[in-house]
């Protein structure tokens, strides 16, 4: 019986996958749509949040993410996370910087 | 306990560990990629019109058409995997080999793309390049590094889908253990990702 625990595999289904890819589709086009419009400094903001959409959607249904045991999902906040102080530091430094 | 139970507590496998060493390695890339990524912020903020003006010669059709098409392959690999925990094995070879075909167009948009700024005398290192500002120097070194880089992983890809695609005929990955299949799924979804940002980072400059 442990040998089954161990393995713990979900089986998933064809249509949400489709489901998934149409509203990556969606937002892709959102994005191309979206850089003819001009938001000014705004632009890179909103292209930078539809891509994180799109990651989230791709990990969590694509990468099995959302069945996946909990471990897993810590792992992944901890390395975004470090990601994220690293971006904050180098920008604490940058935005002081002028040409 | 029957026959089948011993046999099978002693069949040494543990797929939850296997897919999280393939995590450990995804980190790995994302810290490749993360680091490119950085210096590409820190370029773009130093040098923002320069920036806005190399990116207005890239092909933001093509581009816009690589996403989907990466996007598409995406789906097919994770039908592939769907159609392996049903049993369907041809099906998954199917879907395995539409992947494959997809990342091999993604590459044929890739030359034409990079053939036509090579005429144009836009490579790193060329006379015509080196004569532009700074700023736009470094827009098409970035170019050519991170999408020269995501490029290769697409390729890296499409073989490593290849022995797949190989081992699920010769029955190495079946129904009940195709741990396999899904850690090359993970490296194909993770190359998607990175496109993902890619392509409003180098297209969509406004």
Known sequence: ?99 | MSTQEVADIHVNRDDIRSRMGMWLFLFSELLLFGGLFFMYSVYRFTHQQDFSIASKEMNIFLGTLNTVILLTSSLSMALSIVAMQKGKRGLSIFYQIVTILFGLSFMVNKVIEWSHEFNAGNFPGSEVLLSRPPGQILYFGLYYSMVGLHGLHVLVGMSIIGFMTVFTIRKKITKDNYVKLEAAGLYWHLVDIIWIFLYPLFYLIT
């Open chain 1, 1 to 99: 019986m442990e040998e089954i625990k161990l393995r713990d595999n979900h089986t998933h289904s064809y249509g949400i996958y489709v489901l998934v890819w149409l509203a990556l589709i969606v937002l892709t086009g959102l994005t191309a749509a979206i850089a003819g419009i001009s938001f000014g400094k705004l632009s890179i903001v909103v292209a930078i949040l539809i891509a994180v959409v799109k990651s989230y959607l791709v990990l969590t249904e694509f990468m099995h993410l959302k069945s996946e045991k909990r471990t897993f999902k810590a792992f992944i906040f901890v390395a975004l996370f470090f990601i994220l102080i690293s971006l904050t530091l180098l920008f604490s430094d940058y935005s002081f910087y002028v040409r």
